[in-house]
């Protein structure tokens, strides 16, 4: 797989369910188990606008060629992609989301696996 792509993967998945969680949490929170209320509706939009964000910023990066922006992203979303997956993890074994939380678990993973790959071998973000 090259950079470009999975950068751009990167920043679909954001805006995806960016979008999903912005515009339409009524729907997508119950998905998880989470209940629907005021706040977790509230709670949810931040969560959307923020992958959303994060998801426009991979997109628009995905043909930059500057080496040092190219690490910048990969290593920032290893951070946010371990947190995710930890929050994730512990929500699906502590009950306070359903079996969907494990998919997030699957995303997160794939994400981190994909940026360690690319920040180990420096000749495939070329």
């Known amino acids: 797989m090259k950079i470009s792509t999975f950068l751009a993967a990167f920043g679909l998945l954001g805006i995806v ?6 515009a339409i949490p009524e729907l997508t929170g119950p998905l998880y188990g989470v209940p629907k209320n005021p ?3 509230m ?3 931040y969560f959307g606008a923020t992958l959303l964000a994060v998801g426009a910023i991979y997109w628009l990066s995905r043909n930059t060629r500057d080496d040092a922006a190219i690490c910048a992203l990969l290593k920032g979303g290893l951070i946010g992609n371990a947190g995710g997956l930890a929050i994730s ?13 494990w998919s997030s678990v699957g995303i997160y993973g794939a994400l981190i696996a994909g940026a360690l790959y690319f920040l ?3 000749d495939r973000r070329a």
């Not at 369910?17 to 912005?22: D, E, K, T, V, Y």
């Open 17 to 22: 369910f960016g979008l999903s969680f912005f």
């Open 89 to 101: 993890a512990w929500a699906a074994v502590s009950g306070m989301q359903n079996q969907m939380a």
């Open 43 to 45: 709670q949810a939009r």
């Open 39 to 41: 706040h977790t509706v």
């Open 120 to 122: 180990a071998f420096p």
